[in-house]
């Protein structure tokens, strides 16, 4: 049974690891760590099967975990992947975004060959990566838009610098037009699916991206096109919020739910 450490205990970490201790995921919890140690110790006392509270990120890894699940941000990406490598431990990446700054990626990558330790990254709220990835060789244009109510956009760096008032909003507008890479660094908490959809596609900066608000909606939806010497794909998927975090959607929990259940089991794989 392999040992999970938790890195992030908001409310994907409290759903993955509600999955492990109920037994969906057949793995043992034994370590979690958040920046706020209020959260890791309020979802502690959640659990039948008490974790270890450690007090800081580099504790975790260096415990005998197998695998790390990070679900805190993109700068924890950045600030604690690569001491997670270098312990030797294997590592499953939700803030997917972090990966398109290249000078992140090309340093996990070293590291995965050099100590020989798998990333993982879960579909998260999109369908259809195993397609992209089978047809990238071959595929001329990719876009995805993203329709979500303004409130879940809220907070986003983009309002840093753009006078949108985004409460004033009364009908769909798309409030953000350009590419992968540019959408990740502007909304780093709503489109880690840009990021994912690029990584297997066609890369940041050729991966076209619509954010459009619609204060009618109470869906979280993804269109995604994808056209070239293999046919086209077309994928739409409307997204329930999850009740916690309206800022990410159930199927992006699910889907690391069920990415962490693969990695822990052994069974029939399906998909490429």
Do not use: W
């Amino acid at each position: 049974m392999k040992k999970i450490g938790l890195l992030g205990c908001g409310a994907i970490g409290t759903e993955i690891a509600m999955a492990i201790d109920s037994g969906k995921i057949n793995a043992q919890l034994t370590h979690i760590y958040d920046f706020d140690k209020n959260k890791s110790e309020a979802l502690a006392s959640k659990l039948v099967k008490k974790p270890a509270i450690v007090e800081n990120s580099h504790m975790l890894s260096s415990n005998p975990v197998d695998i790390v699940v990070e679900a805190a941000s993109q700068d924890a990406v950045k600030n604690h992947a690569l001491s997670i490598l270098q312990n030797k431990r294997d590592l499953m990446i939700m803030s997917v975004g972090a990966l398109l700054d290249e000078s992140v990626l090309d340093v996990l990558l070293e590291a995965c060959l050099e100590f020989k330790k798998n990333i993982y990254l879960p579909s998260g709220a999109i369908a259809g990566l195993d397609a992209i990835k089978s047809v990238k060789n071959e595929i001329d244009s990719i876009s995805i838009t993203t329709t979500k109510n303004p409130k879940s956009l809220k907070g986003a760096k983009f309002f840093e610098t753009n006078k949108i008032d985004i409460d004033g909003i009364k009908n769909p507008v798309t409030i953000f037009d350009g590419n992968a890479k540019e959408a990740v660094g502007l909304f780093p908490a709503n489109i880690n699916v840009a990021a994912l959809l690029s990584l297997a596609g066609l890369g940041s900066e050729k991966t076209k991206v619509r954010i459009v608000a619609d204060p009618n909606t109470d869906k979280n939806t993804h269109h995604i096109e994808a056209k070239g010497k293999f046919g086209k794909i077309t994928i739409t998927v409307e997204n329930v919020p999850d009740q916690n975090n309206p800022k990410t959607s159930r199927l992006a929990i699910l889907s690391a739910i069920e990415c962490l259940r693969g990695i822990c089991s052994d069974d029939i794989r399906i998909g490429t």
